[in-house]
Protein backbone atom coordinates (compact mmCIF):
# COMPACT_ATOMS: atom_id res chain seq x y z
CA UNK A 1 0.00 0.00 0.00
CA UNK A 2 2.86 2.45 0.86
CA UNK A 3 4.18 1.59 -3.28
CA UNK A 4 0.97 2.71 -4.55
CA UNK A 5 0.51 5.42 -2.20
CA UNK A 6 4.18 6.93 -3.06
CA UNK A 7 3.21 6.15 -6.82
CA UNK A 8 0.38 8.32 -6.76
CA UNK A 9 1.59 11.12 -4.87
CA UNK A 10 4.94 11.40 -7.41
CA UNK A 11 2.22 11.13 -10.26
CA UNK A 12 0.79 14.27 -8.78
CA UNK A 13 3.52 16.19 -7.71
CA UNK A 14 3.67 18.03 -11.59
CA UNK A 15 -0.28 18.79 -12.00
CA UNK A 16 -0.79 19.78 -8.52
CA UNK A 17 2.25 22.27 -9.25
CA UNK A 18 0.53 22.92 -12.85
CA UNK A 19 -2.49 23.92 -10.17
CA UNK A 20 -0.67 25.56 -7.78
CA UNK A 21 1.03 27.84 -10.62
CA UNK A 22 -2.20 28.61 -12.37
CA UNK A 23 -3.81 29.77 -9.15
CA UNK A 24 -0.71 31.62 -8.60
CA UNK A 25 -0.89 33.53 -11.42
CA UNK A 26 -5.16 33.61 -11.26
CA UNK A 27 -4.44 35.63 -8.06
CA UNK A 28 -1.80 37.95 -9.23
CA UNK A 29 -4.14 39.00 -12.05
CA UNK A 30 -6.94 39.65 -9.49
CA UNK A 31 -4.73 42.02 -7.81
CA UNK A 32 -3.46 43.61 -10.68
CA UNK A 33 -6.50 44.27 -11.68
CA UNK A 34 -7.75 45.49 -8.65
CA UNK A 35 -4.83 47.93 -8.32
CA UNK A 36 -5.84 49.08 -12.10
CA UNK A 37 -9.16 49.85 -11.11
CA UNK A 38 -8.22 51.96 -7.76
CA UNK A 39 -5.97 53.92 -9.93
CA UNK A 40 -8.58 54.66 -12.30
CA UNK A 41 -10.86 55.41 -9.46
CA UNK A 42 -8.23 57.70 -8.76
CA UNK A 43 -7.32 59.42 -11.67
CA UNK A 44 -11.11 59.22 -12.92
CA UNK A 45 -11.81 63.07 -11.91
CA UNK A 46 -15.32 63.15 -13.48
CA UNK A 47 -17.85 61.31 -15.43
CA UNK A 48 -20.46 62.83 -17.81
CA UNK A 49 -24.12 62.08 -17.13
CA UNK A 50 -26.71 63.06 -19.89
CA UNK A 51 -24.66 65.89 -20.60
CA UNK A 52 -23.53 66.98 -17.26
CA UNK A 53 -20.00 66.98 -16.39
CA UNK A 54 -20.40 65.58 -11.98
CA UNK A 55 -16.65 66.31 -10.96
CA UNK A 56 -16.07 63.87 -8.02
CA UNK A 57 -14.76 66.60 -5.68
CA UNK A 58 -13.66 70.09 -5.54
CA UNK A 59 -10.48 69.28 -5.91
CA UNK A 60 -11.09 67.11 -8.87
CA UNK A 61 -12.65 69.87 -10.51
CA UNK A 62 -9.51 72.32 -9.41
CA UNK A 63 -7.07 69.84 -10.94
CA UNK A 64 -8.97 69.57 -13.97
CA UNK A 65 -9.25 74.04 -14.51
CA UNK A 66 -5.37 73.29 -13.66
CA UNK A 67 -4.77 70.20 -16.61
CA UNK A 68 -6.78 72.28 -19.17
CA UNK A 69 -5.55 75.89 -18.41
CA UNK A 70 -3.06 76.10 -21.01
CA UNK A 71 -4.88 75.03 -23.67
CA UNK A 72 -6.46 77.12 -26.98
CA UNK A 73 -9.76 76.73 -28.51
CA UNK A 74 -8.43 73.79 -30.66
CA UNK A 75 -6.93 72.13 -28.10
CA UNK A 76 -10.20 72.71 -25.67
CA UNK A 77 -12.27 71.37 -28.62
CA UNK A 78 -10.46 68.30 -28.84
CA UNK A 79 -9.89 67.55 -25.24
CA UNK A 80 -13.73 67.60 -24.86
CA UNK A 81 -14.23 65.21 -27.65
CA UNK A 82 -12.02 62.29 -25.85
CA UNK A 83 -13.97 62.86 -22.80
CA UNK A 84 -17.37 62.30 -23.95
CA UNK A 85 -18.06 66.06 -23.45
CA UNK A 86 -20.27 67.14 -26.23
CA UNK A 87 -22.32 70.08 -25.18
CA UNK A 88 -20.08 72.34 -23.78
CA UNK A 89 -21.04 76.44 -22.79
CA UNK A 90 -17.29 77.26 -24.30
CA UNK A 91 -18.92 75.31 -27.74
CA UNK A 92 -21.78 77.49 -27.33
CA UNK A 93 -20.48 80.77 -27.18
CA UNK A 94 -18.02 80.22 -29.66
CA UNK A 95 -20.88 79.47 -32.16
CA UNK A 96 -23.72 81.77 -30.86
CA UNK A 97 -22.09 84.37 -33.00
CA UNK A 98 -23.24 82.37 -36.30
CA UNK A 99 -26.59 82.63 -34.91
CA UNK A 100 -26.67 85.90 -33.42
CA UNK A 101 -25.08 88.39 -35.62
CA UNK A 102 -24.53 91.14 -32.51
CA UNK A 103 -23.14 88.54 -29.71
CA UNK A 104 -19.77 89.23 -28.60
CA UNK A 105 -18.03 87.59 -25.66
CA UNK A 106 -19.10 90.71 -23.31
CA UNK A 107 -22.42 88.61 -23.98
CA UNK A 108 -20.91 85.35 -22.63
CA UNK A 109 -22.76 83.96 -19.79
CA UNK A 110 -18.68 82.28 -18.59
CA UNK A 111 -16.37 84.41 -20.52
CA UNK A 112 -13.59 82.40 -18.73
CA UNK A 113 -13.42 79.15 -21.98
CA UNK A 114 -11.62 76.77 -19.43
CA UNK A 115 -14.27 76.90 -16.90
CA UNK A 116 -16.88 77.36 -19.86
CA UNK A 117 -15.44 74.11 -21.06
CA UNK A 118 -16.63 71.83 -18.25
CA UNK A 119 -19.99 73.91 -17.92
CA UNK A 120 -22.94 72.74 -20.28
CA UNK A 121 -24.54 74.73 -22.66
CA UNK A 122 -27.82 75.44 -20.60
CA UNK A 123 -25.57 76.23 -17.58
CA UNK A 124 -24.98 72.98 -15.22
CA UNK A 125 -21.91 71.15 -13.80
CA UNK A 126 -22.06 68.97 -10.92
CA UNK A 127 -19.02 68.81 -8.12
CA UNK A 128 -19.67 66.03 -5.36
CA UNK A 129 -23.52 65.43 -4.61
CA UNK A 130 -24.36 69.13 -5.38
CA UNK A 131 -25.44 70.03 -8.82
CA UNK A 132 -24.41 74.10 -10.17
CA UNK A 133 -26.94 75.74 -12.48
CA UNK A 134 -25.46 79.29 -13.68
CA UNK A 135 -27.39 82.31 -14.94
CA UNK A 136 -26.61 85.77 -16.05
CA UNK A 137 -26.10 86.62 -12.38
CA UNK A 138 -26.88 83.88 -10.09
CA UNK A 139 -25.87 80.42 -9.26
CA UNK A 140 -28.19 77.71 -7.90
CA UNK A 141 -26.96 74.81 -5.89
CA UNK A 142 -28.95 71.75 -4.63
CA UNK A 143 -28.06 68.52 -4.00
CA UNK A 144 -27.98 66.07 -7.13
CA UNK A 145 -30.69 63.60 -5.81
CA UNK A 146 -33.12 66.64 -5.36
CA UNK A 147 -35.95 66.67 -7.51
CA UNK A 148 -36.06 70.15 -8.99
CA UNK A 149 -38.44 71.67 -11.44
CA UNK A 150 -36.00 73.51 -13.32
CA UNK A 151 -38.50 76.43 -14.64
CA UNK A 152 -39.32 77.70 -11.06
CA UNK A 153 -35.96 77.28 -10.37
CA UNK A 154 -35.19 81.40 -9.85
CA UNK A 155 -38.70 81.39 -8.34
CA UNK A 156 -36.54 81.26 -4.95
CA UNK A 157 -39.04 79.36 -2.92
CA UNK A 158 -37.11 75.88 -2.55
CA UNK A 159 -35.47 75.95 0.62
CA UNK A 160 -33.38 73.54 -0.29
CA UNK A 161 -31.81 75.59 -3.38
CA UNK A 162 -28.53 77.25 -2.27
CA UNK A 163 -28.45 80.97 -4.14
CA UNK A 164 -25.09 82.45 -4.78
CA UNK A 165 -24.54 85.99 -6.71
CA UNK A 166 -21.96 86.16 -9.14
CA UNK A 167 -19.70 88.67 -8.53
CA UNK A 168 -18.48 90.61 -12.05
CA UNK A 169 -15.14 92.16 -9.85
CA UNK A 170 -14.25 95.12 -11.96
CA UNK A 171 -14.20 98.07 -10.01
CA UNK A 172 -15.58 100.38 -13.10
CA UNK A 173 -17.87 97.63 -14.10
CA UNK A 174 -17.35 98.16 -17.59
CA UNK A 175 -16.28 95.08 -19.58
CA UNK A 176 -16.83 96.39 -22.69
CA UNK A 177 -15.30 94.65 -25.26
CA UNK A 178 -12.70 96.49 -27.94
CA UNK A 179 -13.13 95.45 -31.30
CA UNK A 180 -10.57 96.52 -34.41
CA UNK A 181 -12.27 96.09 -38.30
CA UNK A 182 -9.62 94.94 -40.87
CA UNK A 183 -10.30 94.56 -44.61
CA UNK A 184 -9.10 91.75 -46.76
CA UNK A 185 -6.73 94.46 -48.59
CA UNK A 186 -5.02 94.38 -45.26
CA UNK A 187 -4.56 90.71 -44.95
CA UNK A 188 -3.87 90.23 -48.23
CA UNK A 189 -6.72 88.14 -49.35
CA UNK A 190 -7.21 86.95 -52.57
CA UNK A 191 -9.88 89.02 -55.13
CA UNK A 192 -12.78 86.65 -55.03
CA UNK A 193 -13.10 87.51 -51.04
CA UNK A 194 -13.00 90.89 -51.39
CA UNK A 195 -16.43 90.98 -50.05
CA UNK A 196 -14.59 89.40 -46.25
CA UNK A 197 -13.71 91.54 -43.64
CA UNK A 198 -12.38 90.50 -40.46
CA UNK A 199 -12.24 91.74 -36.92
CA UNK A 200 -10.89 90.86 -33.96
CA UNK A 201 -12.42 91.05 -30.31
CA UNK A 202 -10.47 92.12 -27.24
CA UNK A 203 -12.28 91.03 -23.89
CA UNK A 204 -11.70 90.82 -20.21
CA UNK A 205 -13.49 89.70 -17.37
CA UNK A 206 -12.98 89.42 -13.68
CA UNK A 207 -15.87 87.20 -12.12
CA UNK A 208 -16.50 84.76 -9.08
CA UNK A 209 -18.76 81.45 -8.94
CA UNK A 210 -19.94 79.35 -6.09
CA UNK A 211 -17.02 77.51 -6.78
CA UNK A 212 -14.29 79.75 -8.63
CA UNK A 213 -12.92 82.79 -9.46
CA UNK A 214 -10.89 84.06 -12.34
CA UNK A 215 -9.96 86.79 -13.78
CA UNK A 216 -8.22 87.49 -17.45
CA UNK A 217 -8.43 88.87 -21.50
CA UNK A 218 -8.57 87.28 -24.66
CA UNK A 219 -8.36 87.79 -28.24
CA UNK A 220 -11.22 86.24 -30.69
CA UNK A 221 -11.24 86.41 -34.42
CA UNK A 222 -14.40 86.32 -37.16
CA UNK A 223 -14.80 87.17 -40.47
CA UNK A 224 -17.78 88.43 -42.28
CA UNK A 225 -19.35 86.00 -44.95
CA UNK A 226 -22.15 85.77 -47.16
CA UNK A 227 -25.13 83.43 -46.78
CA UNK A 228 -26.76 81.44 -48.97
CA UNK A 229 -29.52 84.77 -49.52
CA UNK A 230 -26.07 87.03 -50.32
CA UNK A 231 -26.54 88.80 -46.90
CA UNK A 232 -23.32 88.95 -44.38
CA UNK A 233 -23.02 87.56 -41.02
CA UNK A 234 -19.81 87.70 -38.57
CA UNK A 235 -18.15 83.67 -37.96
CA UNK A 236 -15.29 82.28 -36.60
CA UNK A 237 -12.00 82.92 -37.61
CA UNK A 238 -8.67 81.15 -36.98
CA UNK A 239 -5.36 83.27 -36.28
CA UNK A 240 -2.31 81.70 -37.92
CA UNK A 241 -0.55 82.72 -34.68
CA UNK A 242 -1.72 85.15 -31.81
CA UNK A 243 -0.56 85.95 -28.41
CA UNK A 244 -1.97 87.61 -25.15
CA UNK A 245 -0.40 89.25 -22.53
CA UNK A 246 -1.83 90.49 -19.31
CA UNK A 247 -1.09 92.31 -16.30
CA UNK A 248 -3.84 93.11 -13.27
CA UNK A 249 -4.11 94.73 -9.91
CA UNK A 250 -6.86 92.78 -7.89
CA UNK A 251 -7.69 91.46 -4.50
CA UNK A 252 -8.84 87.30 -4.15
CA UNK A 253 -10.83 87.27 -0.67
CA UNK A 254 -8.78 90.69 0.22
CA UNK A 255 -5.41 89.68 -0.28
CA UNK A 256 -3.83 91.89 -3.14
CA UNK A 257 -1.88 90.66 -5.76
CA UNK A 258 -0.56 92.14 -9.13
CA UNK A 259 0.43 89.42 -11.92
CA UNK A 260 1.27 89.39 -15.45
CA UNK A 261 0.72 86.17 -17.61
CA UNK A 262 1.15 85.22 -20.81
CA UNK A 263 -0.52 82.95 -23.57
CA UNK A 264 -0.07 82.30 -27.27
CA UNK A 265 -1.34 79.73 -29.69
CA UNK A 266 -1.56 78.87 -33.20
CA UNK A 267 -4.68 77.76 -35.69
CA UNK A 268 -7.00 79.02 -32.96
CA UNK A 269 -9.90 81.07 -33.12
CA UNK A 270 -10.06 81.99 -29.55
CA UNK A 271 -7.04 82.51 -27.25
CA UNK A 272 -7.59 83.45 -23.74
CA UNK A 273 -5.00 84.38 -20.94
CA UNK A 274 -5.57 83.76 -17.38
CA UNK A 275 -3.87 86.39 -14.83
CA UNK A 276 -5.27 85.12 -11.50
CA UNK A 277 -7.58 82.39 -10.17
CA UNK A 278 -8.50 80.72 -6.75
CA UNK A 279 -11.77 79.77 -4.81
CA UNK A 280 -13.30 82.99 -3.28
CA UNK A 281 -13.95 86.43 -4.26
CA UNK A 282 -11.95 88.38 -6.64
CA UNK A 283 -12.47 92.14 -7.20
CA UNK A 284 -10.22 93.58 -9.99
CA UNK A 285 -9.07 97.16 -10.12
CA UNK A 286 -7.57 97.33 -13.58
CA UNK A 287 -6.25 94.64 -16.25
CA UNK A 288 -3.82 95.91 -19.21
CA UNK A 289 -3.44 94.15 -22.27
CA UNK A 290 -0.75 93.64 -25.04
CA UNK A 291 -1.83 91.71 -28.25
CA UNK A 292 -0.45 90.46 -31.22
CA UNK A 293 -1.80 88.31 -33.88
CA UNK A 294 -1.41 87.23 -37.53
CA UNK A 295 -4.18 86.00 -39.61
CA UNK A 296 -2.82 84.27 -42.66
CA UNK A 297 1.13 82.80 -42.37
CA UNK A 298 3.24 85.85 -44.39
CA UNK A 299 1.68 88.26 -43.82
CA UNK A 300 2.37 91.22 -41.47
CA UNK A 301 2.16 90.46 -37.47
CA UNK A 302 -0.40 93.15 -35.86
CA UNK A 303 -0.33 94.55 -32.19
CA UNK A 304 -2.02 96.56 -29.95
CA UNK A 305 -2.57 97.38 -26.45
CA UNK A 306 -6.04 97.82 -24.44
CA UNK A 307 -6.91 98.43 -21.17
CA UNK A 308 -10.20 97.83 -18.84
CA UNK A 309 -10.24 100.02 -14.93
Not at 33 to 49: T, Y
Not at 74 to 84: M, N, R, V
Request: glycine residues 6%; negative net charge.
Amino acid sequence: MKKIYLTITRSLIVPLMLIGMVLFFNACEKDEAIIEEAINQVEERFVVKNGVVHFTSIESFQKTIQEIKDFGSYDLAEWEKSKGIEFSMRKFQDELVETDDNSTPSDWLIPDQKFATVVNKDGFFAIGDEMHYITKSKEYIYKTDEDVDILNIESGKNENITVFNIVDGLSSKNWSDKIYYFTHWEFNTPESHKHESFRVIAYGWSKSWAAYCSNGLGLKAEFREKKWNGSLYWRSARFDYVEVCGTARYYINGTLYGQYNCDSGTNTSNEDCYIGQYVGIIHTDWIYGSFSFRIYNGNPTHQFNESWF
